[in-house]
């Protein structure tokens, strides 16, 4: 099973973002769903966070700006970004764990925001 994000790129500050994460090939259904981020010379820190049940979770610096939502038949999971600052810039990963618990990482997708 692989986790494939797409989306990333480069934006202006105050410009919007939307990145997906799919799995591919088999798996459970995932229990948790959610997006991280690492910026140069920084820990990889938690950005958010959905549970199969729909409720979310966001770090402090992206709330209000930030939505995570996903699609529970498909195994995806999106994070639509708006108002996005130079400090969002990073390489955003998504994390999954599946009813077994079972734990995925995406390869990650570089998000840069500059003018």
């Known amino acids: 099973v692989q986790l494939v994000e797409s989306g990333g790129g480069l934006v202006q500050p105050g410009g919007s973002l939307r990145l997906s994460c799919a799995a591919s090939?088999?798996?459970?259904?995932?229990?948790?769903m959610s997006w991280y981020r690492q910026a140069p010379g920084k820990q990889r820190e938690w950005v958010a966070t959905?549970?199969?049940?729909?409720?979310?979770n966001y770090v402090n610096s992206v709330k209000g700006r930030f939505t995570i939502s996903r699609d529970n038949g498909k195994n995806t999971v999106e994070l639509q970004m708006n108002s996005l600052k130079p400090e969002d810039t990073a390489v955003y990963y998504c994390?999954?764990?599946?009813?077994?618990?079972?734990?995925?990482w995406g390869q990650g997708t570089q998000v840069t925001v500059s003018s």
């Open positions: 090939g088999s798996v459970e259904s995932f229990a948790i």
């Open positions: 959905v549970t199969r049940g729909g409720n979310t």
């Open positions: 994390y999954s764990i599946d009813t077994l618990s079972r734990a995925y």
